[in-house]
């Protein structure tokens, strides 16, 4: 793999921010900047060889500086929803930002997804990776401790986009990152990914109220819209009259892994007939999210070449803890120690149908 880098712009306060390119022999290449860690193209054969870019994005940083749906970006301190803004760790109550409503959502007014990070080009395993780094400090949108984070991104010659998280608090947190891509494995340009078929390998997801904060009820899948175990178009079933369903106008939950965090096994699988790209994703994370781009169009979203992204052009596969995990005991424990390290790995792994 190699990597270079070239100059990308700078903020509105002038802070330079370059994008870096990863390539592989295969012919797969990303565009990363470390401007909120956003994975700005993944140009990918499809089954006649033919390279496309099949995430969407945005031409110019301004843009990503902008309010908008974090496409590409890094999500942190905490992925998803926390019920109330609020959480209590070890008898103290946190309140964070309020920034969807009454709830936290990716991490606040100004997540990871809009901060520069240091970047560096490092040895990884023997090949190049790009490695960004942010300390978040103390109270930054209201969580506690500093927290050093580090985010490393690499394409192997397996054709995989491997994306590895790395955290150390001085203070006991609450830690949950992620990625926010939106894929379109026809082309970010082609139209809605309706016809893709999606694969998770769960039984059970988390069920939510209307502002998509879990019950903490953990639901059986089968027989229900929300069954993924066995490989289905998203179209199927994405207006089925389904209670959550129609409170997030399309799939917007969590699904609980049966993964075990064994790195593997396959978390997910998307097929897109059309080009015949394969999209397979591994994960140590318990839990992903499934959004399917339902408000892309609460407000007019100009991408890359001035195309315009309607509800449904990309779907996200978000790997994570479960939302409001830290106002759920029965769910999975997203509190990080002070001096723990917090360590996962996800995998976006293409390939082309048979």
Known sequence: MSITK??????????????????NSKGITAEITNFGGVIVSLMVPDKNGKVEDIVLGF?????????????????????????????ELNGIQYKVDNNEGENHLHGGFKGFDKVVWQAEVVNNNGTEALELTYRSKEGEGGYPGNLDVKITYSI??????????????????????????YFNLSGHNSGDILGHKVMLNADKFTPTDKASIPTGELADVKGTPMDFTIMKPVEQDIHADFQQIQNTKGFDHNWVLNTNGNLKEKAAEVVDENSGRVMEVYTTKPGVQLYTGNFLEESPVV??????????????????????????????????????????TTIYKFSVID
């Open 59 to 87: 031409d110019k940083l301004a843009d990503y500086e902008k309010k908008g749906p974090y496409l590409g970006a890094a999500i942190g301190r905490y992925a998803n929803r926390i019920g109330g803004a609020a959480f």
């Open 303 to 344: 991408g890359k070449g001035g195309y315009v992204y309607r509800n449904h052009s990309g779907l996200c596969l978000e790997t994570q803890y479960f939302p409001d995990s830290p106002n759920k005991n029965n769910f999975p424990s997203a509190v990080l120690k002070a001096g723990d390290e917090y360590k996962h």
């Open 156 to 181: 192997t010659e397996d054709n995989e986009l491997r994306i590895d998280y790395h955290a150390v608090s001085d203070k006991d947190t609450v830690v949950n990152l992620t990625n926010h891509s």
């Open 6 to 23: 070239r100059f990308y712009g700078n903020t509105a306060d002038g802070t330079a921010v370059d994008i870096f390119t990863l390539k």
